[in-house]
């Protein structure tokens, strides 16, 4: 299963979640949200406009839904948009590490109820594009730079922006992370207690501890030059939920500048 992000389609996956072994849910997530298609056997329905809402794990915070329902071979196909900053804050609070309780609940063209509900787990949810939707739109890595570089030893600050999509501040407990030069590991850090804005970008500097030998061979005849290399931030994030933590990949590239 970015940031980013897992929280997100962690969380949203059992958003839009909805009934039993028989029916089927198909995430498509984006930079702003997702779109969640999800169908079930409903003998007599018809398509048209759906209006509802959606709750996780028995909250009262309830999300308003809009979309469109389609029927074919007495199958029911309700697709729905939610945006990322309309998820409330309460789900959060009550996510499970394995699985979530939910119910999605509406009209179908303003007469057809439909109420469904039950508990899921998160790897029944089909998610288009899991790993690129937990990080690659969320996760940046602006720059590498060296706070010291000498004969005998170095030093670097790797500069991470991330995106909290969410109307709530998310609390990164802990961070590990690896350091590449040239396709070469040079060094690695960690940090502890950090904490992403909401709803808006938050850059994290990122100390990182250089073996200063693998840096000097990494480099080559960029030392000469004074150039900069090719540098990828390899680790993870781990954010923490009042449920338990989840583990979010970390995995930018940038170009390392060897000079302060």
């Known amino acids: 299963m970015h940031i980013v992000v897992q929280v997100f389609v962690f969380l949203l996956a059992a958003a839009a979640a909805a009934g039993q072994a028989t029916q089927q849910i198909h995430l498509v997530p984006d930079k702003d949200g ?11 329905a018809s398509g048209g406009d759906f209006a509802g809402s959606l ?8 999300l308003p839904v809009k979309g469109t329902a389609q029927i074919s071979a007495d199958r029911l196909t309700i697709t729905i948009n939610i945006k990322y900053k309309d998820v409330p804050e309460d789900w959060a609070n009550r996510f499970r590490i394995g ?3 939910y119910r999605l609940h509406g009209k179908v063209g303003g007469t057809r109820e439909i ?7 998160f790897d029944a949810v089909e998610v288009d594009n899991r790993e690129k939707a937990a990080a690659a739109s969320f996760v940046k890595l602006g720059s590498v730079r060296m706070t010291e570089f000498t004969l005998l030893q170095s030093s670097a600050k790797a500069a991470v922006t991330v995106k909290n999509p969410l109307s709530f501040p998310l609390k990164i407990a802990s961070t590990s992370y690896r350091l590449f030069a040239n396709g070469q590991e040079v060094g ?8 992403l804005h909401a709803a808006q970008e938050t850059t994290l500097e990122l100390p990182i501890d250089i073996d200063h030998a693998d840096l000097l061979t990494a480099a080559g005849s960029s030392l000469a030059s004074g150039g900069d290399i090719d540098g990828r931030l390899r680790g993870t994030l781990v954010i923490r939920l009042a449920g338990g933590d989840i583990s979010v990949p970390l995995d930018a590239a940038s170009r390392v500048s060897l000079f302060k």
């Open 34 to 44: 997702f779109t969640a298609v999800v169908s079930s056997p409903t003998p007599g």
């Open 115 to 121: 109420d469904w509900s039950g508990t899921l787990r």
């Open 188 to 195: 690695s850090g960690s940090t502890k207690g950090m904490v």
């Open 55 to 62: 709750s996780l794990n028995k909250s009262t915070a309830e």
């Open 99 to 101: 699985d979530f309780d």
